[in-house]
């Protein structure tokens, strides 16, 4: 317990014992920093006279600045039951007289820690310990759970003010548990003995949190767990921020009844958008009873861990372009913009979401803003912006090269123009194709080198100086090396070599990355999405519909789809639950949060199984809905009814699709009559061309094939 503060000769202690001379305290400090006199009435305390007597005092204010900087802690929440401490922290910048000690808002006046007690301090940084104990010792016995106060008193050796500061602090001591359920003297759960902090107050027990003490929104969800003991007429459970008004309600009805509550919070306000880093407390209110406990959120700051461009050069007059590749350490949000100097051309993308260790690609031709090439020489370089997901304060940028040249032509030598491969991010066992124009007859050389160098062996020589007319040439690769091994996730190096008939060379050099990636920017001449049949050797692609060949050859593009380890992707097989929701997670690029090792409450879902981390995703974007039966039946086939609504609610949480909008027409297909469940899915169908037959005939089962279409469609839509 704490003990009743000293009679001190200095007007700042004795000021701080009543409610009425506090106020008028801070006013004359702030006035300190004004040279004058001021008069002012005051009620004087006891120490001072009879009670309630009154009198004019004149205080003279010096011309000294406030000498008191910010009071600092180390941590805002500590727990002194488990031998944690707090260091307290402040900068004097001369020598004053200080009072630094500890009370509590329920009750100023007691002491429950003496710092500083009227001495003399010479100017520079303090510190002090606060073990949260009795008479502030070391392994003493700890203070009760609950918000104190920090305080700090600064004056002059005239008495006048020097600065007045406060912090509050809170203590949260936790419990312990053997949990020795075998009774080998082994605690089973190793947890070191050590449980979340519980707290008690009236009708709330057993209330904690989990994570504890520091928590990042964007990797965890924050449990929220408590007791009601008895029924109760209100239930009010908020989010605050410490040191700011911002404050929301997680929890807030009319009545509650006796048991245990759960509730589990992903860190977003109410507009959807992540929490401030900072302290917040969880505050739990029923009836007239009130817990609270309070945590630090964290977020980390990003970082790039590979940047490169595709061709470090290029002639936007000769339609060249390059692109930029990065691969971030976290999820973040990626903003790339092209600079000449401090000149801004152009936003490539914008706030664009990416996941962790994937690598993306931009594309840039060449143009500003307006749609215009951009002047030769210039000193252009990529600007690239990576945030946390969860906030825009935390960030970093990096730059990249490139130079816009003209490309020179030479009468002395056969031109390469427009060089460049594609995909720029090929998947492994994916195929590559490389692209170029020769000006005139020329033997051509093209070789793959590992990495960004193209000095020593070539992985692979595609081209040993074959001859080639003018004109454009296509040439696809498998990606095997010179001894048929295919290679492996990594970066390469291209290097083109045209000979002409002089035997005087043309060389280029550009880059190219096999792993788990996506393609955004400008639409450039690769963009448009040629069927490529070398994706899957299957008759049924090549030959069946050209817009499904289309379709696959976008999706493998996107990493949405992948083919069977038989080389075939099998279009005209059908999709299960499963296979929809991880599909369509990934068409919008979505997060995808990894498995909390339960079946998320549905009875048929395996823990352990593939989808768990889909599925817990799909139910955090409200994308899915179990069975009244409590199943998920995520073997299931999917119906075009099912498929639809899954995809235009997924195209409402992520691109903002307002599905009411859309002019409802008294008849749309044939056989969907209006007030059917999926009228509205069928209605905006209907208008977005994504099905184009007379009939939608919406119980018919949905195949692989039909997903690639549906999904390339939204695509070329602006729905996805």
């Keep these: 317990m ?15 014992k009543t409610i009425t001379i506090i106020n008028m305290w801070k006013k004359l400090l702030a006035l300190a920093i004004i040279a004058g006199v001021f008069t002012s009435q005051v009620a004087l305390a006891s120490n001072f006279g009879s009670a309630g007597s009154s009198g004019s005092t004149t205080l003279v204010a010096t011309a000294l600045q406030p000498a008191l900087g910010t009071v600092t802690v180390n941590k805002e929440t500590f ?14 910048s001369r020598s004053v007289k200080v009072n630094a000690y500890i009370t509590a808002p329920s009750n100023p006046a007691t002491v429950y820690a003496i ?37 700090v008193f600064t004056y002059n050796t005239d008495g006048s003010g020097a600065g007045y500061n406060e912090s509050l602090v809170y203590i949260q001591n936790s419990t312990t548990n053997n949990d020795d359920d075998n009774g080998n003297n082994d605690d089973d759960d190793d947890d070191n003995d050590t449980q979340p902090p519980v707290y008690n107050d009236g009708v709330i027990e057993d209330f904690y949190l989990n994570p504890s003490n520091t928590w ?9 767990e408590f007791e009601l003991t008895d029924d109760v007429d209100s239930l009010t459970v908020e989010a605050r921020k410490i040191g700011s008004n911002k404050k929301f309600k997680l ?22 958008d992540y929490i401030q880093s900072g302290t917040w407390e969880i505050v739990v209110m029923a009836d007239d009873n009130t817990v609270r406990k309070s945590l630090e959120v964290i977020y980390q700051e990003p970082s790039l861990t590979s940047t490169f461009v595709t061709k470090d050069e290029f002639d936007p007059a000769e339609g060249e372009f390059t692109s930029l590749v990065f691969k971030a350490d976290m999820a973040s949000v990626v903003t790339v913009e092209v600079y000449n100097g401090t000149r801004r051309e152009v936003i490539l993308v914008d706030e664009m979401t990416v996941r962790k260790n994937r690598w993306y690609a ?24 990576v945030q946390n997901e969860g906030t825009d304060e935390i960030y970093t940028t990096e730059y990249v090269d490139v130079k816009v040249r003209e490309d020179e032509v030479s009468s002395n030598r056969t031109n390469i123009i427009g060089d460049h ?9 994916g195929k590559i194709t490389f692209k170029y124009n020769l000006d005139d007859q020329a033997d051509v050389y093209l070789a793959v080198y590992d990495g960004f160098s193209t000095s020593g062996s070539a992985s692979a020589v595609l081209l040993d100086y074959l001859p080639h007319n003018s004109g454009d040439h296509t040439i696809e690769w498998n990606g095997k090396d010179s001894k048929g091994k295919q290679l492996g996730k990594d970066t390469y190096t291209y290097k083109l070599i045209a000979r002409s008939s002089s035997n005087s060379k043309e060389t280029e050099i550009g880059r190219f990355v096999i792993g788990d990636g996506d393609i955004s920017g400008p639409e450039t001449p690769d963009a448009q999405y040629p069927c490529r049949a070398f994706y899957y050797f299957d008759s049924n692609v090549i030959n069946a519909d050209s817009e499904l060949c289309q379709a696959i050859t976008w999706a493998t593009d996107a990493g949405i789809f992948r083919g069977y380890s038989d080389g075939q992707f099998k279009p005209f097989n059908a999709i299960n639950r499963a296979e929809v929701l991880k599909t369509v997670l990934i068409g919008y690029n979505a997060q995808i949060f990894p498995a909390n090792g339960t079946n998320l409450g549905y009875s048929d879902a395996d823990p352990s199984a593939w989808y768990m981390s889909y599925l817990r995703s799909a139910i955090f974007y409200r994308m899915f809905n179990g069975y009244p039966d409590g199943t998920a039946r995520l073997a299931n086939t999917v119906n075009r009814a099912e498929l639809l609504k899954l995809v235009l609610e997924a195209s409402r949480s992520f691109k903002g699709t307002n599905l009411e909008s859309v002019s409802a027409f008294n008849q749309i297909y044939g056989d969907v009559a209006p007030g059917t469940w999926y009228y509205v899915y069928a209605n905006n169908a209907y208008n977005y061309d994504l099905y184009t037959d007379y009939f939608l005939n919406p119980a018919d089962l949905v195949s692989r094939g039909e997903m690639a279409i549906l999904l390339f469609r939204m695509h070329k839509k602006g729905l996805l």
């Excluded at 931009?362 to 912006?385: A, L, M, Q």
């Design 115 to 151: 710092f500083s007690d009227g001495q003399t301090l010479a100017s520079g940084n303090k510190s002090y310990t606060w073990y949260g104990t009795v008479n502030n010792q070391p392994n003493g016995t700890p203070l009760a759970n609950g918000q104190y106060e920090i305080n």
């Design 216 to 224: 990042e929104p964007i990797e965890e969800y924050l449990e929220i």
């Design 251 to 272: 929890i807030d009805d009319d009545r509650a009844y006796e048991g245990t509550y759960e509730e589990l919070w992903d860190g977003t306000d109410d507009n959807g």
């Design 421 to 429: 491969v594609t995909p720029v991010i090929v998947e492994k066992e």
């Design 362 to 385: 931009v594309t840039w031709d060449g143009t500003d803003r307006d749609g215009d090439e951009v002047n030769y020489g210039g000193d252009y370089r990529f600007k690239i912006i």
């Design 79 to 92: 727990n002194p039951q488990g031998g944690d401490s707090m260091t307290i922290n402040f900068n004097l």
């Design 2 to 16: 704490g003990k009743t503060l000293p009679l001190l000769t200095n007007i700042a202690r004795d000021i701080k």
